[in-house]
C-alpha cells in the first residue's frame, strides 16, 4: 500500500548533521526555471494538454500564470498566510481580505476591468478563474477564443503586477486607467507572438477599449490620477 511505497523512498536515504537545502531536481544545477518545470508538466501530463491555457500565443511565464490562477494557488496573501507568511491579509486596494477569487474578481479594481470589457464588447464578466479559463470563452466565436484569452491574460497580469506593485516596492496603487493601459501594454507586445492579421485585431481591440475608458472618464468627470485607496 502507500505505507511500503513511503518506506521503500526513504529507506535508502542518509541523515547528517548538516544543514537541509533546496534543491531542483529537474535541472542538473539544481537550479528552478519556468522552461524545466513547464517541459516536465508537458512529458510527465500532469496537466490536461488540452486546456486553453498552454495553447495561447502568450510567453510561457504568462501560461505558467495563467495555470496557477486556475488553481487558485497564485500566491495572494491568504495563500501566503497559509505558509506561515507574516504580514497583512487585507487587499492592497480596498479593506477586504486578499484572496484569488477577491483580487481578480471582486475587488473594484477588477470590477471596473471587467466592466470596461463589458462595454467595450458587450461580453458578461466571468464569475471565477476556472469560469474564465474553460467554459467561459465557449461563448465566443471559435476563431476569437485564444485571443480574446490573450487580452483576458493581459489584463489579469495588469492587476497583479500593479498589486505586486503595492505589495513589495510600496508604490502607490494605479489609478483604474493605468490598470487598463498596462493591460492593453500587454496585449500589444504579445500579439507579436501571433499571425498578422490576428495582431491587427488585438491592436484595434486594445485602441477600442482605451478608447470606452477614456470617454467614461471624460463624460463622467473622474480624475485620471484617481486612486484606488477607497
Not at 196 to 223: D, P, T, Y
Request: positive net charge; charged residues 20%.
Amino acid at each position: 500500500g502507500l505505507w511500503h511505497e513511503l518506506v521503500s523512498k526513504v529507506m535508502n536515504i542518509v541523515l547528517t548533521d548538516a544543514n537541509d537545502s533546496f534543491k531542483w531536481t529537474l535541472n542538473q544545477n539544481s537550479v528552478f526555471t519556468v522552461k524545466s518545470m513547464y517541459r516536465d508538466l508537458m512529458l510527465t501530463n500532469s496537466i490536461p494538454c488540452n486546456s486553453r491555457v498552454w495553447k495561447i500565443k502568450v510567453p510561457l511565464k504568462i501560461k505558467i500564470f495563467l495555470w496557477y490562477l486556475q488553481k487558485g494557488v497564485i500566491l495572494t496573501k491568504d495563500n501566503l498566510l497559509k505558509r506561515r507568511w507574516k504580514g497583512e491579509s487585507k487587499c492592497c486596494f480596498c479593506p477586504k481580505d486578499e484572496t484569488v477569487q477577491h483580487l481578480f474578481f471582486e475587488c473594484h479594481v477588477a470590477k471596473f476591468v471587467w466592466s470596461a470589457i463589458f462595454f467595450a464588447f458587450g461580453v458578461k464578466a466571468p464569475t471565477n478563474a476556472i469560469n474564465m479559463l474553460c467554459s467561459w470563452p465557449s461563448g465566443f466565436p471559435m476563431k476569437l477564443r485564444k485571443q480574446f484569452l490573450v487580452g483576458v491574460a493581459a489584463m489579469c497580469w495588469a492587476i497583479w503586477l500593479s498589486r505586486n506593485d503595492v505589495v513589495f516596492n510600496r508604490k502607490h496603487p494605479n489609478s483604474y486607467l493605468q490598470v487598463i493601459f498596462r493591460g492593453t501594454h500587454w496585449a500589444r507586445s504579445w500579439s507579436q507572438l501571433s499571425k498578422e492579421e490576428e495582431k491587427v485585431h488585438m491592436m484595434n481591440k486594445c485602441r477600442e477599449i482605451e478608447g470606452l475608458v477614456m470617454e467614461l472618464f471624460a463624460k463622467r468627470g473622474w480624475n485620471f490620477r484617481q486612486r484606488l485607496t477607497h
